[in-house]
């Protein structure tokens, strides 16, 4: 279970299952997690303006090659090095003419910290993913959720998303 507490007021969240998670698009429509089921998942918080920019192509590729068993969701955040300052519109036109993205881009979030996402909540703490503890140390940190729904492993920033290490899971 995760309690998640606001400056404002207690809020008490079960989440027993990344499927019970739902963030918004970078348009700001909900989705849910659960839409996901059957599929792997691979989570990465993303930034127009990093040195590891460039990982967008290979995370498009990726996205290509395996869309039938995996879901790519880039994840823009702007707590490293202040390196995703945009708005919505400007990100997603970023992607879009730089990279021709055509994976899912979630909204702007907190990936660590007093406002930690719940789906970053889950995916940094095993006492909810069952597997392993971490943190997210830069831009372009990797999370792959099994078609189970279980943390499969997290890679970092260095890690090219068409590693064999991401790869073999979802042959």
């Excluded at 909900?30 to 089921?37: E, R, Y």
Aim: include cysteine; hydrophobic fraction near 30%; charge should be neutral.
């Amino acid at each position: 279970m995760i309690n998640l507490f606001s400056k404002t007021k207690d809020v008490k969240m079960e989440i027993k299952s990344i499927y019970d998670i739902s963030i918004n698009s970078l348009n700001g429509s909900p989705i849910s997690l659960s839409t996901f089921k059957g599929k792997h998942i691979l989570f990465v918080n993303v930034a127009s303006k990093c040195g590891f920019t460039n990982q967008y192509k290979e995370l498009q590729e990726l996205h290509e090659l395996y869309q039938d068993k995996l879901q790519v969701i880039g994840v823009p955040c702007n707590q490293f090095g202040n390196q995703e300052p945009g708005e919505a519109e400007e990100i997603e036109s970023f992607c879009q003419v730089n990279y021709g993205v055509t994976f899912l881009i979630t909204e702007k979030i907190e990936v660590k910290g007093e406002n930690q996402h719940p789906l970053y909540t889950w995916l940094t703490q095993k006492i909810n993913n069952g597997n392993k503890d971490s943190s997210v140390k830069w831009n372009f940190q990797k999370y792959l959720v099994n078609p189970e729904g279980y943390l499969e492993d997290y890679y970092f920033s260095v890690t090219s998303p068409l590693s064999s290490k991401i790869t073999k899971h979802l042959k």
